[in-house]
């Protein structure tokens, strides 16, 4: 395949890394899924970055430097500009500022363009999903962390460069402490570490639970989206009240975020926001709407519809 238009995208997570090759239509033509490495730090996570493209392109016919470019959406501090990724505290001992777009180009013989991993996510959804039609946009994406991204008067807001952090708006004082440092944040709540690491927590303290059998059964390293869901196939106590914890937090901190910025859509998306959308989204919207400034004109909330390839598509778009 020669197509110059043709093009990949990766999408980096706490847990997995999903790459794509994608063309001018938008159709995935190769694709790959690997576990986000928990060693090596940054230069490990590149790597194994580096080597899930090489596999979208090989399925995809094509190789990688024949690809226009790679866009990837990576969570942290991202410097567009620069390709420089920081405080990415959601990824396995990524300490400091590292250059991952430069690491990338040298690897794959290709431009290489980075911008924050739920932005580009919400621009997918924006321009191909659940956002299409509408001038305003707040993107909820609950996974490892909980992130946000928002589409204001048809345009991408980035504010300063740290708009969208909807997982660090405070929903109890003094609260839980949370991955960034601070307490009471929405993530400290929502996010899939912060619950691993209270469900931890609750075990060392003689609690039972099933989450971690569960995990040991399906040789998993940390408690994914697809372990939580079975335990609560399995009426697992702990992991329904982690759950609904995780529930409220989100409600509560949604519902600010809406009296703020006033969304004609708020668009839930993720790992564990995919995987629950059907199942919890309602709930989680009953709670956003139970705090509502305006009841009578509550956004439209639905769940991202570019699913589990909604990160890397996006990321596409930004060598489109």
């Not at 969208?164 to 003094?174: C, L, P, S, T």
């Not at 709930?283 to 705090?291: S, T, V």
């Amino acid at each position: 395949m020669s197509d110059e238009r043709v093009r990949g995208g990766i999408d980096l997570g706490g847990t997995k890394i999903e790459a794509i090759v994608i063309d001018s239509d938008h159709e995935v033509l190769g694709q790959s899924r690997r576990p986000t490495p928990q060693d090596n730090g940054a230069d490990g996570v590149a790597a194994a970055m580096a080597n899930a493209m090489s596999e979208a392109a090989e399925a995809a016919g094509v190789k990688t430097n024949a690809l226009t470019g790679v866009g990837v959406g990576s969570p942290g501090q991202v410097a567009s500009d620069s390709g420089v990724v920081s405080n990415a505290k959601n990824l396995p001992d990524w300490n400091g500022s590292f250059p991952l777009g430069a690491r990338l180009a040298d690897a794959l013989g290709t431009r290489v363009k980075i911008g924050n991993d739920v932005s580009v996510a919400v621009a997918g959804e924006y321009e191909l999903g659940a956002g299409r039609n509408h001038d305003s946009v707040l993107g909820v994406f609950w996974g490892t962390g909980v992130g946000g991204g928002l589409i204001l008067g048809g345009r991408q807001w980035h504010g300063r460069g740290s708009a969208g952090e909807i997982g660090h708006m405070v929903v109890v004082r003094n609260g839980e402490r949370c991955p960034c440092g601070n307490k009471g944040c929405m993530e400290a709540y929502a996010g899939r570490a912060a619950m691993e690491k209270e469900a931890r927590k609750r075990v060392k303290a003689g609690e039972k639970t099933k989450l971690f059998k569960i995990m040991e059964e399906h040789d998993r390293p940390r408690l994914t989206s697809g372990i939580w869901e079975r335990a609560l196939d399995q009426d697992d106590k702990m992991a329904q009240e982690l759950i609904e914890r995780a529930i409220k937090a989100l409600g509560a901190g949604i519902a600010s975020a809406v009296n703020l910025l006033d969304p004609e859509v708020v668009i839930l998306g993720g790992g564990l926001g995919v995987r629950f959308g059907e199942r919890l989204g309602p709930e989680i919207r009953k709670r956003m709407e139970r705090n509502l400034f305006d009841h009578n004109h509550p956004p439209k909330f639905t769940v991202a519809e570019l699913g589990d390839l909604g990160g890397a598509i996006g990321a596409s778009l930004l060598v489109e």
